[in-house]
C-alpha cells in the first residue's frame, strides 16, 4: 500500500538552507531562516536560558511523564504577559503546554472543528504552516487580502469578514509581528476588529508568535487584550520559539477563554483527549526553563534584557532600510512601520534568482525577507543589489 504515495515537494526553505550552505563567497546574505541572528550572524542560547538549564540539571529530580496538559506552571506563568494583570480573565481562561506554536494552531483548528467550526477566515499571505494544518485537519480555509499594496494592513478586508462572519465561522488573526510581511494592525485598527467581533458570530484564533519582537511585550499583547475584552470566547495560540531562542525545543501553549468559569472543564477535555491522541504529551525541557525564568526575578530581568537587545537592533536595521527610500522600483520606506523578523519585497522571481546569482544574497521565492540576517556592515551591499536588479 505504502508505494501509492505520491512525492510531496521538498520545503524549499531547507534546499535554500544547503543552497547557501554551498555558497563559498564571503559576502553571502542569508534572508531565509526565520530566525533570530545577531550582528556576527548567530543564533545563540539566551544567557537567560542557560541560567535556568542550568538550574534545571542541579534540581530537577525527575524525568516521569506529565499528562497531556504539560507543565503547568510554565502555562501559567506566561498568563500575565499575555494577557495582564487579570490574567485569567475572572476565571476564564485556562491553557495546556504544546509542542510549539504549531503545536498551539494544530490543537486549536482541531477543538474548534470539533466544537462546530467548519470554516476559518484568514489574511493572505500567511505563515505556510496554517494553510497546511487546515487542510490537514479538513476544514474549510476562506482566504481574505491581509496587506494593500502601500505596505500597510488591509482593515476593511478584515472588518468585513467578521462582520458577515456566520455560524462556524472562526477568523484567525497574527497577533503581532505578522509572518511573513511584518504589516501589522495599529491600536485603533485593533479597536475596530474588537468592536467588530464583539457583534459577530465568528470564534477568534489569535495566533501570537513573536510577542515582544515589534514595540514590547505589552504593546504586542494590545490586539489580542483588546478582542479578548470583547468577545466571550477564544482561542489563543502561543509560541516561545522566537522570544525565547527556543527553537529546536518547541515549546508553546494554547489558551482557552469560555463564556464562563464553569465552561471551562468540558473544553479542556477535550482539548486533553486532542493531545492525547497526537503527542500524548509535550515535550518538558524548554517550558520548564521558561518556567524557571519568570519565576526567578534576575532571571526575568536577564530575559527581558536581552529581548529589548533584539527588537532594538531589529528596529536599527528597519530604520535603515526605510532611510533608502526609493531603490530602483522599490519603496523600502514601509518596511520602517513594520514589525518582527519579517517582510515581504514585491520582487520577481527573475530578480530573487538574480539577487542569489549575482549578489549571493538568499531569501524565500515569496520575496520574504528575514530582516534580522542585515546588519550595519552588509545592509549597503543589500540596498545597492536591490537598486541592480530592479532598476
Not at 467550526?117 to 505563515?127: D, E, Y
Not at 478584515?158 to 497577533?175: E, P, Y
Request: glycine content about 10%; some cysteine; aromatic content about 6%.
Amino acid at each position: 500500500m505504502l508505494d501509492r504515495l505520491q512525492p510531496q515537494s521538498p520545503d524549499a526553505l531547507l534546499a535554500l538552507i544547503k543552497l547557501y550552505a554551498a555558497d563559498d563567497r564571503a559576502d553571502k546574505i542569508d534572508l531565509g531562516v526565520g530566525v533570530y541572528r545577531t550582528n556576527e550572524g548567530d543564533t545563540p542560547v539566551f544567557a537567560a536560558i542557560k541560567s535556568a538549564e542550568a538550574k534545571l540539571v542541579a534540581e530537577q529530580d525527575s524525568k516521569s511523564y506529565l499528562g497531556p496538559e504539560g507543565d503547568t506552571g510554565f502555562v501559567r506563568a506566561l498568563m500575565p504577559y499575555i494577557f495582564g494583570s487579570d490574567a485569567t480573565m475572572g476565571g476564564r481562561i485556562e491553557g495546556m503546554q504544546t509542542p510549539g506554536g504549531t503545536g498551539a494552531v494544530r490543537l486549536a483548528v482541531a477543538v474548534a472543528k470539533q466544537a462546530g467550526v467548519n470554516a476559518i477566515h484568514m489574511g493572505t499571505p500567511s505563515w505556510p504552516n496554517h494553510a497546511q494544518i487546515l487542510s490537514d485537519v479538513v476544514i474549510d480555509f476562506k482566504p481574505f487580502d491581509h496587506a494593500n499594496a502601500d505596505g500597510t494592513a488591509n482593515i476593511d478586508a478584515v472588518l468585513q469578514v467578521i462582520r458577515n462572519a456566520q455560524n462556524g465561522d472562526a477568523v484567525l488573526l497574527h497577533g503581532c509581528c505578522h509572518n511573513p510581511t511584518g504589516i501589522d494592525y495599529s491600536n485603533e485598527q485593533w479597536d475596530q476588529i474588537a468592536e467588530a467581533f464583539a457583534n459577530s458570530s465568528a470564534l477568534p484564533i489569535l495566533d501570537i508568535a513573536y510577542q515582544g519582537l515589534g514595540h514590547g511585550l505589552d504593546e504586542d499583547a494590545y490586539g489580542v487584550r483588546k478582542v479578548l475584552a470583547a468577545v466571550p470566547e477564544a482561542l489563543v495560540c502561543y509560541s516561545c520559539d522566537k522570544n525565547f531562542g527556543m527553537y529546536r525545543d518547541r515549546v508553546g501553549a494554547l489558551y482557552v477563554m469560555a463564556k464562563d468559569g464553569d465552561g471551562l472543564a468540558p473544553i479542556l477535555s477535550n482539548l486533553n483527549a486532542l493531545a492525547r491522541a497526537s503527542w500524548s504529551m509535550p515535550p518538558d525541557h524548554g517550558a520548564a526553563a521558561v518556567r524557571v525564568i519568570l519565576r526567578d526575578a534576575d532571571m526575568t530581568k536577564a530575559w527581558l534584557d536581552e529581548l529589548e537587545t533584539m527588537r532594538t537592533r531589529m528596529r536599527e536595521v528597519r530604520a535603515a532600510l526605510a532611510d533608502a527610500g526609493d531603490v530602483g522600483s522599490l519603496d523600502l520606506r514601509p518596511l520602517g512601520q513594520q514589525n518582527g523578523l519579517f517582510s515581504v519585497l514585491p520582487l520577481s522571481k527573475g530578480q530573487i534568482q538574480q539577487l542569489r546569482d549575482e549578489h549571493a544574497i538568499y531569501m524565500a521565492g515569496s520575496g520574504r525577507i528575514n530582516i534580522a540576517g542585515l546588519h550595519m556592515g552588509n545592509i549597503e551591499k543589500f540596498i545597492g543589489a536591490l537598486e541592480a536588479v530592479t532598476s
